[in-house]
């Protein structure tokens, strides 16, 4: 089998966390310069960006050099530079480190926070603040969690190790648990194991289930419950489809609070708005190392704001 040849590493230190954008220029194509493949590639970035980027030698090669802006276009040529960082609200949570060595670091990751770098959220990531708080600029994390879930993340700290633990999500032998506040049902059953078919199409902010071979199983437990009518619950995802968890709770009867898609789009949540987080967390991680071996068994120390005051997390305090 033939071996992909990996990308030439990035001349470019990171800025703020964030790495460098690097763009491979395609092996067909009528640009006469590299200026003028960038200006069609980034046309949304505005009416004379790519130009200002070219005149302050913001565009570099392999060699770390300013490419020039009548450069010729090279098929195959890999260029760098850094865009330019959007304006973010800080989001005011601690991210705790709950388990570090030579090669993994677990974080007990806050609501609110993107797990990585994508669209408006860059730098307020956790990746990106891990990597400026513990001074490793190769961290990568080797699963995600969605903005608006708490809980356990996993990074990798040598770029050699990260498909190894990529592979242990892939292959799902980690052992997820989650915890969510809902409403309590005296008539519902449980435990229980629900198994369905879940599908997303592009461009909609929901999944929902449809008819077909279940590809979504969730096993859903009460822990407890309260005289206000909420309960708490055990949640133990068996595959990793979009939005499961909480796709499986709506269809109980019992939606996650705090949801702005489900049962009803109400969000998204406007940026800043930190009030009323969804109250759902991934509370522990089990897995055995599958570099050192160690067997890992990891829990997040977060409380969900609904289950210790519902009346500070319903009036958004």
């Known amino acids: 089998m033939r071996r992909r040849t990996p990308p030439p590493r990035s001349p470019l230190p990171q800025r703020h966390g964030v790495d460098a954008v690097r763009v491979r220029l395609p092996a067909e194509g009528s640009w006469a310069t590299v200026r003028e493949h960038l200006r069609e590639r980034l046309s949304g970035a505005g009416a004379g960006v790519v130009e200002g980027m070219f005149d302050a030698g913001l565009v570099v090669g392999a060699d770390g050099r300013p490419v020039a802006s009548d450069a010729a276009y090279v098929p195959g040529m890999f260029v760098w530079f850094h865009r330019e960082l959007p304006d973010e609200v800080p989001v005011p949570f601690p991210l705790p480190v709950v388990y570090r060595d030579a090669h993994i670091v677990v974080a007990d990751k806050p609501h609110f926070l993107a797990t990585t770098p994508r669209g408006s959220h860059v730098a307020e990531t956790a990746l990106a603040r891990l990597r400026r708080d ?130 009803e789009v109400t969000g998204p949540v406007p940026t800043g708005d930190f009030r009323r987080p969804l109250q759902l967390l991934a509370r522990a991680l089990e897995f055995t190392d599958p570099v050192t071996g160690a067997t890992h068994r990891l829990r997040s120390g977060r409380l969900l704001g609904a289950w210790a005051s519902y009346g500070d997390w319903a009036a958004g305090r």
């Open 134 to 263: 513990l001074g490793i600029p190769q961290l990568s994390a080797a699963h995600r969690l969605d903005r608006l879930t708490a809980g356990l993340v996993l990074f990798t700290v040598r770029p050699e190790e990260r498909g190894a633990y990529q592979t242990l999500f892939r292959d799902r032998r980690v052992r997820k648990e989650y915890e969510a506040v809902a409403p309590y049902d005296p008539g519902l059953a449980l435990p229980r194991t629900v198994r369905s078919r879940i599908v997303k199409e592009r461009g909609t902010l929901t999944a929902r289930e449809a008819e077909g071979e279940p590809n979504a199983v969730s096993r859903v437990e009460l822990i407890e419950r309260r005289g206000d009518g909420l309960g708490r619950y055990r949640l133990v995802p068996g595959t990793g489809q979009t939005h499961q968890l909480r796709v499986h709770m709506t269809a109980l009867g019992v939606p996650i609070l705090g949801d702005p898609l489900y049962p």
